[in-house]
């Protein structure tokens, strides 16, 4: 069973699963960062699974929190949720400590868990209904099916979606309590490279909106292109945060430049390509043999980081 079949004990409303696209964040007036943790803290007996953890969300934000498994992601995200308690640390999600919830705060954040197939029986817009009446001010049913891209889905069992059909229903139903905060764990699991672009699209336009979504994933490529902010965790520290294009510090994303002329195959590396690339046109008339240039991606600058932790 996933947590979005489940219920809250404090409201009864469903651990719900998502976001979509032409919607106002809608929900709160509270200010501030979205999420804010330091020095957090998790022990499962004599193993420490998070150990000293901060983090800082801004508003609007897609961040994204890297890690292979095991690292202390689960753990930590939901502690944010408010469904494990901590052994230390201080944490405020929407402005209040999520080990204390309330009704209103339950209502203010979102949860896409990984998907399952209860309710099997059920249509797409009898689940959305459904799961509306969990909260005090749902979003419209109808735009949300049409936003999350259902409207030709909306009388179909659940049974009979694709995977990236069912998806993009767990967002529904994810976002028809107007969230302010969604969490996304691994959503494009199982996608096939079309599915996975669209529901990136969608992603995109829930942040255009004001939405702060709190993304994990095992897809590099997926966090390079979604996420404002990344923060990379491993055996429950946070190892490095900052913007893709920056996570690991300039050392990190210094490029690489590959040519080979009568002396062999040469390398150099630098963070100045465009120099050395002059250089070597100054001194090879016509094509450079076997010139490459070679930028870093965030898979590359993941796994150093990972690497030298291990």
């Known amino acids: 069973m996933t947590r979005t079949a489940q219920t809250s004990e404090a409201t009864g409303a469903p651990r719900s699963q998502g976001t979509p696209a032409s919607f106002a964040a809608g929900g709160g007036t509270a200010s501030g960062p979205a999420v804010v943790v330091r020095g957090l803290v998790k022990h499962y ?4 699974v998070v150990d000293e953890v901060d983090l800082n969300i801004e508003r609007g934000q897609i961040f994204s929190l890297l890690g292979p498994n095991g690292a202390g992601k689960t753990t930590t995200v939901e502690i944010l949720e408010g469904y494990r308690r901590r052994d230390a640390g201080e944490v405020r999600v929407l402005g209040l400590d999520p080990a204390r919830p309330t009704p209103a705060w339950r209502a203010r954040i979102g949860i896409v868990m990984q998907s399952s197939e209860e309710n099997a029986e059920l249509t797409v817009e009898e689940m959305v209904r459904h799961f509306a009446r969990y ?5 419209d049913v109808d735009e949300v099916i049409a936003a999350t891209g259902l409207e030709e889905k909306r009388k179909s069992r659940t049974r009979t979606l694709s995977g990236g059909q069912r998806r993009r229903l767990d967002v529904a139903l994810g976002v028809i309590g107007r969230p302010e905060l969604l969490f996304l764990d691994e959503p494009t699991t199982g996608f096939d490279p079309q599915a996975r ?15 702060t979504i709190l ?5 590099l490529d997926e966090a390079e292109h ?11 520290r946070v190892l490095a945060t900052g913007r893709p294009q920056d996570l690991g510090g300039e050392a990190a994303h210094r490029t690489r430049v590959r040519w080979s002329d009568a002396n062999g195959e040469h390398e150099e590396i630098t963070e100045h390509p465009t120099q050395v690339v002059r250089e070597l046109v100054t001194r090879h008339p016509g094509e450079i043999p076997d010139l490459q240039v070679i930028r870093p991606s965030l898979e590359d600058v993941y796994l150093s980081l990972i690497g030298s932790q291990e």
């Open 135 to 139: 909260y005090p001010d749902p979003r």
């Open 45 to 48: 007996g004599e193993q420490t």
């Open 197 to 211: 672009r669209a529901f990136w699209e969608l992603i995109h336009s829930l942040r255009n909106d004001g939405t």
């Open 215 to 219: 993304l994990t994933t095992h897809y």
């Open 226 to 236: 979604l996420a404002d902010v990344v923060s990379v965790i491993a055996n429950g």
